[in-house]
């Protein structure tokens, strides 16, 4: 017998029961989040490719012109900034997902004129993450040219193969990602949720990103997982196969949608 029942025991209140839902199924549901961007990117895979070619092109065009000078290492500050950068270039993706939970065909307008729902807090949180990003290639730049001075080292099995060029490089690697994991870390929990917070529900600045900040403390172990994926799943992309980022920036940029209405389910009935 429930010796607790009747006697007036306060029993744990809903947002707890939703919390530790949330923990005990963290795993299938991150899952569930790439299965909804899948599902979203089917719906809209042309507009949305077309739409995510655009920096497709532009990484293609800056990789291009680093290896031609003989500066392939700084593709890895390069593709590591685009970490910290990436939530703030798919809030087109966040118009669309929303067109599709209200029943309604998204259109490449639609994914343009994302861009252009910015708020004030919008603004200042680009130029935050922007800041973020330039700070990255900057510090990447001093420590490159702390092991490799001011020559150009080109990108072939030497680096490798040669101790005099392998040492250097793996601490440039080392403090460079060092550094890079600490913006992008500061980064995701800042702008995470408070993307989709300020563009759906219009919230201010401070109050999103306040939400985001906690939502990310509540959930360290669910957010840490859903941090690694989209970090791992971008950042391979970028490496192996880049135009494959014209199919995977939908879907995570989809999917992050889908973590928010998870987490947020009051907002998304909005």
Known sequence: ???????????????????????????????????????????????SSAFSLIFVLFGALAVWALLRRDLGLLVFPLFGGFVVVAPILVTGYQRAARLLRQGRTPRFADLLLGIGEGTPGIWFLTFLLGL????????????????????????????????????????????????????????????????????????????AVSRSVATVFRHPLLMLRWALTLAVATLLTLVVALPLLAVVLPVLAYASHAAYLALFPDDGAA
């Open 1 to 47: 017998m429930d010796h607790t029942e009747g006697t007036g025991a306060a029993a744990p209140s809903e947002e707890h029961s939703a919390m530790q839902q949330v923990k005990d199924t963290a795993a299938p549901t991150v899952r569930r989040w790439l299965a909804a961007g899948w599902r979203d990117y089917r719906a809209t895979a042309a507009i």
């Open 132 to 207: 973020g990003y330039l700070i990255w290639i900057t510090d990447a730049l001093i420590i490159y040219g702390m092991y490799f001075g001011r020559r150009s080292v080109p990108f072939d099995y030497a680096l490798f193969t040669d101790p005099a060029l392998r040492r250097p490089l793996f601490a440039y690697l080392f403090y460079g990602g060092l550094l890079g994991l600490g913006l992008a870390a500061m980064s995701y929990a800042v702008a995470v949720f408070s993307i989709p917070l300020i563009l759906h529900r219009r919230l201010g600045f401070v109050a």
